[in-house]
């Protein structure tokens, strides 16, 4: 199993930045693939940007490429989405994952494990 837990999120003006964590505990992921996803209310889980554990390429959705970056850091067990020049559009729920998949993936039901999520709201 792993825990997967999220914070960081809260509410902030448009144009500002918010830097999201994500706490992984339980059994050995280096192999993993991790992402973030989103939800805003009435629409569906919405893929963000995933990570490979153990290094490597990275993946970010067309709406927020070049605002949002992924990163993890190994010796922490965390993973952060650093999110910039927000928009009221990126308000939702966003929720770090992992999946057991070796192959880079958008799809949320591809994905294993979850974390409760976070809040984020961006005002005018």
């Known amino acids: 199993q792993v825990q997967l837990v999220e914070s960081g999120g809260g509410l902030v003006q448009a144009g500002g930045s918010l830097r999201l964590s994500c706490a992984a505990s339980?059994?050995?992921?280096?192999?993993?693939?991790m992402g973030w996803f989103r939800q805003a209310p009435g629409k569906e889980r919405e893929f963000v940007a995933a990570?490979?554990?153990?290094?490597?390429?990275?993946y970010h959705a067309d709406s927020v490429r070049g605002r949002f970056t992924i990163s993890r850091d190994n010796a922490k067990n965390t993973m952060y989405l650093q999110m910039n020049r927000l928009k009221q559009e990126d308000t939702a729920v966003y929720y770090c994952?992992?999946?057991?998949?070796?192959?880079?993936?958008?799809?949320?039901?591809?994905?294993?494990?979850w974390g409760q999520g976070t809040q984020v709201t961006v005002s005018s």
């Open positions: 990570i490979r554990w153990s290094g490597g390429s990275t």
């Open positions: 994952a992992a999946s057991e998949k070796h192959y880079y993936t958008g799809r949320s039901t591809e994905y294993d494990y």
């Open positions: 339980g059994r050995t992921f280096s192999s993993y693939i």
